[in-house]
């Protein structure tokens, strides 16, 4: 039998304010544990809630970047449970009135456009950190992040596959990011993932028993742990058995999902409303303000990277990944009109650079304008594309400019056809063999002649000038 499979998607996303949601404590990452803290977020008897306003700012940009509706009355509700890493008994979140619905986002999947609904977004408190030692058989808690802000977004159960889902994941973080609302690092779990399956038999209309899915934090244990519960949910029904609610922990270590908890229903949190904290009113005025602000969305300067300046989709996908590469770009073609060119660049020796010292763009040593130089000197003929390469890399390391150190290296190429017509003598006498075999036929030699002459010159043969100057002489 064959099988839909139907996910449904909860991010939460730790929001980039200075300080918490509800008081003035950082919201840093890393510090010593149990220092960004106060009696607001360690939950003390008697103390009060205070909203911080920007983060229902950066709850509208996301919200109007994902196409929501704004609500315009917001309610905060406590969320009841008991865990030692939530020192108040209670979340503070939003249950009905959430901030944000009825949105969507659109993903890419094998080359056609597929939009995924957006159930909701609020927000709400991130709970402390717990940290079991194992050595020692106890449990610390760290409290820097209870109270940091996060928004939870919910996605309606539209993602039909592990793919779908990982390329909504992808869409969503890079959104954030270019919101500058979120660093959406999955490792550092700022950028979390609770993913809810169930599959039922093609052709069916109502949805299968789902389970929930948490502890993912990358997003190949994402896939792999989609992967392993959709196959033992199909397992279980081919089986004759049915899949219970559950909520299951993936386990990296042995790469499958084990069962944590029956899945609780929203009547086990007793939500009723923050009794503490007013209702949020969100007017035309504040919500224009933001939507005035708003950056251009990734899906818009991908298109307009194909459509103004002409590239393949794929080379707008790269270049857009992040905005200030995409900025790069920009301020290059600004310079020089020659966007492929630059694009090519970018793609290969910027982009390579940038991984192998995990550095930003914007403290790169090679600036825009270096860029645009070097590739200026080959469309001239000073130089060619092969010790471009090169001047990038000491570019790269030292900042000089490149016609400096094209005149300190000697690095012009040579397009003197004497010159040139007595290397490439030289090397027809020294192999009397590979002429041979090139006057019997065998012309893809060229390539061994091409490659002895730019041995000869340190790859500073103009190569046209070069083939053309080998084949003319092969042929007296
Ligand atoms: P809960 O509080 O139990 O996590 P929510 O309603 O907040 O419930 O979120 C449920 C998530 O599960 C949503 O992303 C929704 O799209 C998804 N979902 C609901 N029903 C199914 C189903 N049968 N199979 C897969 N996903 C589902
Ligand atoms: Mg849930
Ligand atoms: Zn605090």
Not at 169 to 188: A, K, S
Not at 222 to 228: G, I, N, S
Not at 239 to 253: F, H, I, K, Q, R
């Amino acid at each position: 039998m064959e099988y839909d499979v139907i996910i449904g998607l909860e991010v939460h996303a730790q929001l980039l304010t200075e300080t918490k949601i509800f008081c003035s404590c950082s919201t840093i990452f890393g510090d010593k544990p149990n220092t960004n803290t106060c009696p607001v977020c360690i939950g003390m008897p008697g103390v009060l809630p205070v909203l911080n306003k920007k983060v229902v700012d950066f709850g509208i940009k996301l919200g109007l970047a994902t196409n929501c509706h704004i609500s315009k009355t917001n309610i905060f509700a406590r969320k009841n449970y008991f865990y030692p890493d939530l020192p108040k008994g209670y979340q503070i979140t939003q249950y009905e009135n959430p901030l944000c619905e009825h949105g969507f986002l659109d993903i890419n999947v094998d080359n056609t456009v597929k939009r995924i609904g957006i159930t909701r977004i609020h927000m709400e408190e991130d709970a402390g950190k717990l940290i079991h030692d194992l050595k020692s058989h106890r449990s610390l808690i760290d409290f820097n992040r209870a109270g940091v802000p996060l928004l939870e977004i919910v996605s309606e159960p539209d993602i039909r596959s592990t793919a779908e889902a990982y390329s909504y994941l992808m869409e969503l973080r890079q959104l954030l990011v270019y919101l500058e609302i979120c660093d959406g690092n999955m490792e550092q779990g700022s950028f979390r993932c609770d993913a809810n399956v169930s599959v039922r038999p093609k052709g069916s209309v109502s949805f299968g028993i789902r389970t929930e899915l948490k502890n993912m934090n990358s997003f190949r244990h994402v896939q792999r742990a989609l992967d392993y519960e959709i196959n033992r949910h199909i397992g279980i029904i081919e089986s004759g058995g049915n899949v219970l609610p559950e909520t299951m922990l993936w386990d990296a270590v042995s790469n499958t999902t084990q069962p944590m908890r029956t899945k609780e229903e929203s009547h086990d949190y007793r939500y009723f409303p923050e009794p503490d904290l007013i209702p949020v009113v969100v007017d035309d005025a504040w919500i224009e303000e933001i939507e005035k602000r708003l950056p251009e969305l990734p899906r818009d300067k991908r298109a307009r990277f194909v459509n103004v300046y002409g590239l393949p989709e794929y080379d707008a996908e790269v270049l857009t990944q992040s905005r200030s590469v995409a900025d790069y770009f920009e301020q290059c073609v600004s310079l020089l009109n020659s966007p492929k060119e630059i694009s090519n660049w970018i793609m290969t020796e910027v982009l390579r650079v940038l991984k192998e010292g995990s550095e930003d763009i914007k403290t790169l040593k090679v600036t825009p304008e270096m860029l645009v130089s070097m590739i200026r000197l080959i469309n001239d003929g000073t130089i060619s594309g092969k010790i471009a390469k090169d001047i990038f890399e000491e570019m790269a390391t030292t900042g000089r400019s490149p016609e400096l150190i094209v005149k300190e290296k000697g690095l012009v190429q040579i397009t003197d056809e004497d010159i040139l017509k007595d290397i490439v003598r030289e090397i027809i006498e020294n192999n009397p063999k590979e002429v041979d075999v090139y006057k019997k036929g065998k012309v893809q030699l060229l390539g061994f002649f091409v490659g002895q002459v730019m041995n000869a010159t340190k790859g500073k043969a103009n190569p046209r000038l070069t083939n053309k100057i080998i084949r003319e002489m092969l042929k007296q």
